[in-house]
């Protein structure tokens, strides 16, 4: 098996143990007791890798405690890639039964073994009654569906319990001449009603509301949950490892079932409502403009009294509703947000795009200025680092903080220096975040270069020593 099949596979596992604990995690589960809740949690089946497993209660437990003294690493296994699974019971029976007590609900147990043997799933000599009864009683599937949803499990007590977030359209900008549609990606905190983050993108992607996710979080905090839709822009690897690294609880919605997500979608019509309706969108002119307008509305929707929230006998706005649970506030130092949502998807090398891993490698010496790797490979459609006194290959996961930014940055570079219709401006926001002295000031000879062949830079930070270094490399260029 390949090393990126093996860390797929490990990162698979880990997630689903991270599932079993994260109400654990976050302190949200309903029993009495962890003990009840472990007992609960290995009463049921699960399905992992394609076979259906049978966990102990010590096991859950033990990757509880796993996860508080080492984090989402503690949960990574370090040889095993397996589970034991239930062996009296064949997976195919296990099947028959759950099929039988979806399909009808009010089965007895002794009618179900009945079955079983008739329609040969087991054999009376090797599983005995109590054996499927048993079963069934641990999985929870005496009791009927009837369909209905508790939707009071939505109702937050307090703020940070959960965000909501989702995707809404919206308008058309003209940009050059061109008519682009945008979309608003948005978070909402279930108890105050208060958006920690909004903002318009041309696209709907998993990036994007990533940035947006993050950015939320750096201002207010962790929540213990949050909520999400089912499409392809929130169900991915990257944001389950992220919300396992950072103790959060990831809840989808069930398909067809808009009530779950009220609030967000009441939020997005009263913005189109009292905002959007009232522009004049040929005005417009860039999307950041357009961002700017938004970032004013939703400042004065979190400072406006709000019909539905209360402190005592009075109506108050989601700001001061959710500064009330200050103190229940979780958050985390923003580097760590950054190191977090750092991208630990294996990257994967197209035919097209190999012939400018040269060109990518050389912006990458650069970056990293040091002897330490020798050359940038492609190794099953991966891209490697060799390391010079051992020949070694380094995969991305690997690599340190700083090296994965200077690899990012080294992409990015080429494709806006091997595109000729790319416009002549590269815009950096923070790029210092994740980067030490050297690696810093290796950033800012190679934007100097590029600056002096015509190219604008716009260069965000808030350190006040990167800021003095720029303005030093750049004080005599035009």
Excluded at 277 to 289: A, H, M, P, Q, S
Excluded at 402 to 426: E, H, R, W, Y
Aim: proline residues 2%; glycine residues 4%; contains cysteine.
């Amino acid at each position: 098996m390949e090393q990126k099949d093996r860390d797929a596979k490990k990162n698979e596992i880990a997630l689903f143990r991270y599932g079993l604990i994260s109400s654990l995690v976050n302190n949200t589960y309903e029993e009495s007791s962890k003990e009840e809740y472990y007992r609960k949690v290995s009463s049921k089946t699960y399905t992992l890798n394609g076979k259906e497993i049978k966990l102990r209660s010590s096991t859950i437990k033990g990757w509880y405690m796993d996860y508080k003294n080492l984090g989402y690493d503690g949960l990574v296994p370090k040889t095993r890639t397996d589970l034991n699974t239930s062996r009296k019971i064949s997976s195919d029976a296990q099947e028959k039964i759950i099929d039988y007590k979806k399909s009808f609900p009010h089965i007895s147990g002794t009618l179900i073994y009945q079955k079983l043997i008739e329609d040969g799933y087991i054999n009376e000599m090797e599983v005995s009654k109590s054996t499927i009864l048993k079963f069934i009683r641990d999985n929870y599937l005496l009791f009927g569906d009837d369909g209905k949803v508790d939707r009071r499990a939505f109702e937050m007590e307090f703020a940070n319990s959960m965000w909501d977030a989702d995707t809404s359209h919206g308008p058309y900008l003209t940009i050059d001449n061109k008519k682009i549609k945008t979309y608003l990606i948005a978070l909402i905190d279930d108890a105050s009603r208060l958006i920690t983050n909004a903002k318009f993108y041309f696209e709907d992607n998993a990036i994007n509301f990533q940035n947006v996710f993050k950015e939320g979080l750096k201002k207010y905090g962790i929540p213990k949950k949050i909520f999400l839709d089912n499409g392809k822009t929130y169900k991915n690897e990257q944001l389950a490892i992220i919300c396992a690294n950072c103790g959060m609880e990831l809840i989808y919605t069930k398909p067809y079932s808009p009530q779950s997500k009220a609030k967000i979608e009441r939020w997005f019509h009263t913005m189109k409502e009292t905002w959007m309706r009232g522009i004049n969108w040929e005005e417009i002119k860039d999307i950041n403009e357009l961002n700017d307008m938004l970032c004013d509305f939703v400042n004065e929707y979190n400072n406006k009294i709000h019909s539905s929230l209360k402190d005592e006998d009075r109506n108050i706005s989601p700001k001061e509703r959710w500064f009330k649970d200050q103190d229940r506030i979780r958050k985390i130092d923003n580097n760590q947000i950054d190191e977090y949502f750092l991208h630990t998807a294996y990257p994967t090398i197209r035919s097209d795009s190999i012939a400018h891993i040269k060109k990518i490698e050389g912006i990458f010496k650069l970056l990293v200025a040091s002897n330490e790797f020798a050359e940038l490979k492609v190794e099953d459609d991966e891209i490697v680092a060799i390391r010079s006194a051992s020949e070694e290959s380094v995969s991305v996961v690997q690599m340190s903080t700083g090296q994965k930014v200077c690899l990012a940055l080294a992409f990015m570079f080429d494709l806006f220096l091997s595109n000729s219709n790319t416009p002549n401006i590269i815009m950096l926001d923070e790029p210092a975040a994740n980067l030490d002295d050297l690696h810093m000031l290796n950033l800012l000879d190679v934007l100097r270069k590029i600056a002096l062949s015509g190219t604008q830079i716009f260069f965000t930070t808030n350190n006040p020593t990167v800021a003095k270094l720029f303005r030093r490399k750049f004080r005599n260029t035009k």
